[in-house]
Structures are given as C-alpha cells and as structure tokens.
C-alpha cells in the first residue's frame, strides 16, 4: 500500500522498519530462543525498547562486540559472535519495493528526502548490504540519521530537532513516517506533520 504523503512539506523525513523495510523483531527472539535464551516475557518491539543493552547498541554506546557479549549475558545464551549475528539479522525481512520508489519520485520532484532510524550496525550494514538498486543503500535519501550514529533514538525530541538542524528547516516544513505511534506523537508534538504506517 502506498504512504499517504504530505505533499505540501519540503522536507520528508522516512523511518526505515515497516515503512521503507520489512522488520518483525519475533524472528529474532525465536532465533535467540534456539540459543538458549529464556521465553521472552512481555510485548515484543524494536531493539531500542526490548533492553537496555539492546538500546545501547542502538544508540552506537556500545561496539558490536560489547552488544555480543551482552546478549550472552542479559540473554543467558552460549553463542558464538556469528550465531548472535545471525538471531539479531533475523528479524530482517526485505525492502519494500513501492515505498523505495515513492522514494525516489519525492526525490525527483525536488523534495528533500532523509531517512531517520533507530538502527545499530548489524542491522545498517545488512540493509546496506540488501539494498537492491544500481547505486547506494545511502544515495537513496539527500541525508541518513541513524541512531548508532547521531547518538539519539527516537522518541527523543532531540532526534528531529538534529535533522530539522541539519536540513536548515523548520518544523512546519517537514513530514514524518513512522511505524510507532510513540514516535509520530513526539514528532506531532514538536509541530512536524506525521503519520503511522500500519
């Protein structure tokens, strides 16, 4: 299903889980679940709010090697680095190819395209990786804001207030797509128009 856009704002501003790429964290819990870790107990949601290691890594506070040693220990799993690798990339399910290309035609019409996510570098590097156009996973957006990268995850206001900085833009100029609601409500409170994805 096409995103429902704001066509009257410069500035489109895109997460990358559910909206531009398929994500189910199940598949990973599963997967850490046939490593020894016990039943998860609770709602299952993305790698910044299931545990504090895991919001680490997401914000680039800890290196990859630290989240593995910290999913053996939070976990209680015996893994190689390769085996935690494999469970934590489970989750990933693929682009989605109509949402990439309505990319591209915001880009092509002169719109101003980044991509803001709560993303850490197992999950980056494989997107990069995955990314199934002639050129770069990165050259699809005019600038890419990962958490692992900026430092700030959403639902910090921080987050958009570093993007509204960097594009030289205000809030009534930009649009933003999220799957979480938690995330539209706070772009919503900063005076960004936003939508859920579902």
């Known amino acids: 299903m096409p995103i429902d856009i704001f066509t009257d704002k410069k500035l ?3 997460d990358l889980g559910n909206v531009l790429y398929s994500v189910d964290a199940r598949l990973s819990f599963a997967a850490l679940q046939r ?11 993305n790698s ?7 919001a680490l890594y997401s914000d680039g506070k800890i290196s990859t090697p630290q989240f593995y040693d910290a ?3 939070v976990c209680h799993v015996q893994a190689t680095d390769a085996q935690i690798r494999d469970a934590w990339n ?4 693929g682009f989605r190819p109509d949402a990439l290309q309505q990319v591209r035609q915001l880009r092509q019409s002169g719109y101003t395209v980044v991509l803001l996510s709560n993303c850490n570098d197992l999950h980056a590097d494989l997107v990069r990786q995955q990314y199934p156009g002639p ?3 990165d050259s699809l957006f005019d600038k890419v804001f990962f958490s692992q990268e900026i430092h700030i995850s959403k639902p910090d206001p921080r987050a958009w207030q570093l993007v509204l900085h960097e594009m030289n833009a ?3 100029d930009a649009a933003f797509y999220d799957d979480s609601l938690l995330n539209v409500q706070a772009a ?3 005076g960004i128009a936003s939508r859920q994805i579902i």
């Open 35 to 45: 490593l020894g870790m016990p039943a998860f107990e609770g709602p299952i949601s």
């Open 135 to 137: 050129d770069s996973f």
């Open 12 to 14: 489109q501003i895109f």
């Open 188 to 190: 919503q409170a900063l």
């Open 48 to 54: 910044h709010a299931a545990c504090g290691d895991f």
């Open 90 to 93: 489970a989750m990933l399910i």
């Open 170 to 172: 205000q809030p009534a």
């Open 71 to 73: 999913v053996r220990r």
